[in-house]
Structure formats: C-alpha cells, structure tokens
C-alpha cells in the first residue's frame, strides 16, 4: 500500500469521526430543543388544567316568597334580602335547628346573595308578588367541591365541608337546584376577598391604562434618542459614555426602576399613589433602554448605499434619515417596542414599589385613579390562604401569556407589513 494510499484511508477515517461528531451535535441541539418544549408545554398545559375551571361557578337555586307582606313594593331597597336568603334556607333544610347548624348552612352561599336578589327584583319588579326561583352564587368552598376538587372520602376534619354540608349539597344537586354556569363575573367585576365573586376587570383597565402611558412616551423618546445616537451624535466620548449606560441599564433588575419611581415621581413629584399614570411612566423607564437598542440595531442594518444615494441627491441629512433610513428602520423599531412593552405587561416588581399592590375592587375610570395590574392580581391571588384562589390565578396567567403571545404576534405581523427589502 503506497503513501498515496495511506493518507487517503486516514483522511477518510478523519472525515468520518467528524461526520459522527457532527451528528452528535445535531442529536444534542433536537434533544435540547424536545427537552425545552416538553418542559413548556407542561407548564402551560399543568396552568392551563388547573385554570379552566375558573370559567364557570356553581350556583343555587332557592324558592323565594317575595309577597307583598315580605318586600314591600313600595320601598323594594329597604327590605333585608339577607334576611329572606336565609329564611329561606331555614325552610328549605328544616332540620337545621341549632344556631351552629343555620351558620353552616347559611355557608353554602355567597355572601353577596341578597345583592343578587335585591338586583334581580329592583330589574324585574314584577316578580314581586308571589313565590319564584332565584338562581345565587354558591360560596367558594360548594363552588370547588362541585367541580371536584375536595374529596368527600377524606376524613370530616382534613376538609372545609362536613357531612351535613355535603348531605344538603346531595340533596340540591338531587333536585336539580344546583348547576353549573359560564362565570361571566370573573371578566366584569373587580377584586374580591371572595373567591367566587373576585374578577379581573379593574387589573385589565389598570394593565391597559398603564400600558398606554408607556408607550405614549417610551416609544417616541426612544426612537428619536436612537436616530439622534446613530446618526447624528458625534463619536466622541460622551456619546460612547451614554451608549454604554443605556446598554448598563438593559441589564437592570426592574426593581430598581421602580424604586426610581417611588423617589421621584411619589416623593418628589407628589404625583398618586398607585395610579396608572405613575405606573405607565415607571415601565416607560424600564423600556427604553429596550426600544433605543433595539432601534439602533435597526438604523445599523440599514445599508450605508441608502444614506449615501439619498445624500447624492442633494437630501439634507435629516431628510435622508427621516425619509429613506428611518423608514426601513421601521419594522425593527416595532419589534423592539413591542418586545419592550411585552416585558413591561409582565412585570411586577416595579409596581409593588409604587403603590399598585393595593387591594382595588373599583375599576378606574382615569388614569389618576388608583388601580392595580394584571401581573400585580396574580401575585395578590398566589399569596392568598383560599384553596378556590388558585384556579383564579390559573385562569390570570393563561389571559396574561394571551396578551403577551398576541402582543408578539403583532410585532411579527407589523414586522413583516412593512418589511421593504434592499
């Protein structure tokens, strides 16, 4: 065998070792790739499983005598709808004697059973009159022991239901006096210390009001820093001390920002606690370092052939930035901006230090109102000790991954909208 011959064979067996080395790494990227999806879709899916159960509530059907000597027609709002609830109760379930039992059967509804009925009557006054079927929310713990998740196995003292308490919800599933419904109140009302009765509809407005103020100032500062940064500032030291302070700033805990927040803009500024406006203006802090560098790397991919035409033709400076650079520039900006305000829809660190942790049930109708978010809900629903708590914060996160999924979606979609190729 020749030389020839020899380094040939070597040099085969050296491009095989590397084929297989090759085809190792390939293996270990689509592995690392599996094993990362797999780990997502059982977060979600597990987030997803314990939160659809959040979509409807149990309610209780109750046969009401509203004649005239019970609810006067004449003064329906001074008449004591709890009182009646829980006459009525008393004669549904006669047994019930003892002043311990009525308080475990006036358990097995909502607190806010009278409102319902007051507001049922005060829209249809002439269900006054006679005796009719009022359909109320059932309380938190009948809510998740009819959707299954207490174990009427387990021993009396390791659950909140005793045996009487789930005899009687026997005995009104038997009689077709309990079902289940859309539960249309987690989307229109606020916070609750009530588990069937919280909703996030104040934590949405909040979101959405605070949302907007950042980016009605992020998103024009930021672009207009990044053009004058790329542009026009000249690379002396200054520029090179700001660029690499917004580059340090990227890199900050969100908390920091919003420990800014609360020393300027509360302390100093005297501006409201816990309102919209200084949360939005909080977050526009934590995304512009976001959307400046986002929006510089834009600038640069443009090719210098553009400025250089434009400039050709006799285009000032400005007019080749803002007229042929800027706009190919565009779909990048987006992207950065939205990717920005994404991270800003999630955050909840910067808000608990400026007030928006506090328990708001009202929805603000302004942006000086106090208000909380929809990261800052979840967080308050996480801590509380209330089992039916937990498919509410569920239900929040598959909402938030919505927003922040969609808000991706439109980066993407505005990306490739005006997308100009050169």
Known sequence: MTDLDTSFLQGQKHLAKRHRSESRFQWMGRMAIVVSLSFLVFMVGSIFWQGKSAVTTTEIALQINLSADVVDPNDIR??????????????????????????????????????????????????????????????????????????????????????????????????????????AKFFTNGDSREPELAGILSALVGSAMSLSICFVLSFPIGIMAAIYLEEFAPKKRWSDFIEININNLAAVPSIVFGLLGLSIFLSTFGLPRSSPLVGGMVLALMTLPTIIIASRASLRAVPPSIREAALGVGASPVQATFHHVAPL??????????????????????????????????????????????????????????????????????????????????????????????
């Open 78 to 183: 001074g008449a004591s709808f709890d009182r009646i609830i829980k006459a009525t109760l008393c004669d549904t379930f006669p047994e019930a004697t003892s002043r311990k039992e009525k308080k475990k059967l006036y358990g097995l509804l909502s607190s806010d059973a009278g409102y319902q009925l007051r507001d049922q009557i005060l829209e249809n006054p002439e269900m006054l009159g006679g005796t009719v079927t009022i359909w109320v929310n059932a309380s938190d713990d009948v809510d998740i022991f009819n959707k299954g998740q207490i174990d009427r196995d387990v021993p009396q003292a390791d659950r909140r239901l005793d045996d009487q308490q789930i005899g009687w919800i026997d005995q009104l599933s038997g009689n077709t006096a309990m079902r289940s419904v859309f539960n």
């Open 329 to 422: 520039a565009l779909p990048g900006m987006f992207t950065g901006a939205i990717v920005g305000m994404a991270r800003a829809l999630g955050d909840t660190a910067p808000l608990l230090m400026i007030g928006m942790v506090a328990f708001i049930v009202d929805v603000p109708q302004s942006i000086l109102e106090p208000a909380t978010a929809l990261p800052v809900q979840i967080f308050l629903w996480a801590d509380a000790p209330e089992r039916a708590f937990l498919e509410k914060t569920s239900a929040a996160i598959i909402i938030l991954l919505v927003f922040l999924v969609l808000m991706n979606i439109a980066a993407i979609i505005l990306r490739k909208k005006y997308e100009l190729r050169f």
